[in-house]
C-alpha cells in the first residue's frame, strides 16, 4: 500500500491534473495510490442527491479498497464541491473532486476517467455512477467480480428508475427507463456509462479524449464508445444483480420529456452510425436506412398500441424521427448548462 497525505503532495496531486481547465477543489487527507479500483462521479447541480448517491457508496459491501473522483461541471456555482469536500475530509471516502470548467456531458466524463487513471497508476478498473443514481449495497463487488471471473473489457449492470411521482409505475416498462438485458451473462455491447467498469486496457486501445466530444451537448458519447470498443474486438458483460436506482423527477416523466428523449435517442443512433461510415458510400446507406425505417417504425407503433400505452407504443417512431431529424441536421441539445433545469 502506497499512502501520501495530500498536503504534502500537491505537485502529485498537479500532475494528475495537468489540463489548465480542470483544478482540484478537494482531496482526502490520506490518498491510497495502490488502489486497483475507482469510481467516477460526474457531478452537475445536484447537491442533496449527491449525498445519496455518496452515502450509497460509504456503504458498499466489499473488502476492496477504492478510491472516488468526482467531477463539478458547474465552475461557476460549484454547488457539488462542498458535499464532496465534505465525505473526502472527513475520511468516509477517499480521492479528490475537481472541477471542469468546459460544460458538457463528454468533458465530464472524460475529466473524470483521465483523471483517475493518471492519479492512480495501479488502477484496473474504472467504475461509473451519476449523481442521481443510489449504487446497491453489494454494486461494486459484483461489477468487479464479473470483470474478474469473465475477463471482460466493459462490465454493465441495470439503472432501475425510482419515480418521484409513482402514479405511473408503467413507465419503468418504457425504453426510456428499461434496462437492456434483464439477464446475467455475456452480451454484444452495453450502451450507457451509468452503470459500467472499464479496463484501463480498454482505455488504452483509444486516443484521448475516450468520450466523443462531438457529443457532448447531445449525450450518447457513452454509446459511440462503447460501439467503438466492440468493433476494436472486445468483450462486455452484463451483471443484472449489480443495480443501481435512478431518481427520476416528475418533470422527466411528462409526454413532452419522454417525446424528447426518443428524439434524442434517434439522433444518437444517426450520429453514431454515421460516425462508423468511413466512405462516401456507406454514409449514403445509413441516410437511406433512416429514410426507410419512419414508415416502419409507424407500422410497429401501430402494432404495439394493442399491448401498449400510447406513448410506449409511439417510441419508435419518435426514435426514427429523430433519425431522420440527424441526418439533415437538426438535433437536441440538452446536456447544455441552460437546457438543464435545476
Known amino acids: 500500500m502506497t499512502l501520501i497525505p495530500t498536503d504534502l503532495s500537491a505537485t502529485r496531486l498537479q500532475d494528475a491534473v495537468r489540463d489548465p481547465n480542470r483544478e482540484i477543489a478537494a482531496s482526502s487527507r490520506v490518498i491510497d495510490l495502490s488502489v486497483g479500483i475507482v469510481v467516477c462521479i460526474p457531478c452537475f447541480r445536484r447537491p442533496q442527491h449527491l449525498r445519496l448517491t455518496l452515502d450509497s457508496l460509504v456503504n458498499q459491501r466489499t473488502p476492496r479498497s477504492f478510491a472516488v473522483v468526482m467531477v463539478e461541471n458547474d465552475a461557476a456555482r460549484r454547488e457539488s464541491a462542498p458535499v464532496a469536500a465534505e465525505y473526502l475530509a472527513d475520511g468516509r471516502l477517499q480521492g479528490i473532486c475537481l472541477v471542469e470548467k468546459r460544460q458538457g456531458n463528454c468533458q465530464a466524463i472524460n475529466a473524470a476517467f483521465e483523471t483517475a487513471q493518471a492519479l492512480f497508476p495501479a488502477a484496473t478498473r474504472f467504475l461509473m455512477i451519476d449523481d442521481d443514481e443510489i449504487a446497491s449495497p453489494d454494486w461494486l463487488e459484483l461489477m468487479v467480480r464479473t470483470a474478474e471471473a469473465t475477463g471482460a473489457d466493459v462490465v454493465g449492470g441495470p439503472v432501475l428508475p425510482v419515480f418521484e411521482d409513482d402514479s405511473r409505475p408503467w413507465l419503468a416498462r418504457h425504453p426510456a427507463f428499461c434496462p437492456a438485458y434483464d439477464y446475467t451473462g455475456a452480451v454484444s455491447l452495453i450502451y450507457g456509462c451509468g452503470n459500467c467498469l472499464i479496463t484501463r486496457v480498454a482505455f488504452e486501445r483509444f486516443e484521448r479524449p475516450a468520450f466523443d466530444l462531438r457529443f457532448n451537448f447531445l449525450g450518447g458519447g457513452d454509446c459511440d464508445f462503447f460501439v467503438r470498443c466492440r468493433d476494436a474486438g472486445m468483450t462486455f458483460h ?105
Do not use: D
Open 238 to 342: 452484463w451483471t443484472a444483480e449489480a443495480v443501481i436506482t435512478e431518481t427520476v423527477p416528475q418533470s422527466r416523466t411528462s409526454l413532452s420529456w419522454i417525446a424528447k428523449r426518443g428524439l434524442r435517442i434517434g439522433a444518437i443512433n444517426y450520429r453514431v452510425q454515421s460516425k462508423a461510415a468511413q466512405k462516401a458510400g456507406a454514409r449514403v446507406r445509413v441516410f437511406a436506412q433512416m429514410l426507410a425505417r419512419l414508415p416502419l417504425s409507424l407500422l410497429r407503433s401501430a402494432r404495439l398500441l394493442a399491448t401498449s400505452k400510447a406513448v410506449v407504443a409511439m417510441h419508435p417512431t419518435l426514435v426514427a424521427l429523430g433519425s431522420l431529424l440527424a441526418a439533415f441536421g437538426i438535433e437536441p441539445k440538452p446536456y447544455e448548462a441552460s437546457k438543464i433545469v435545476s
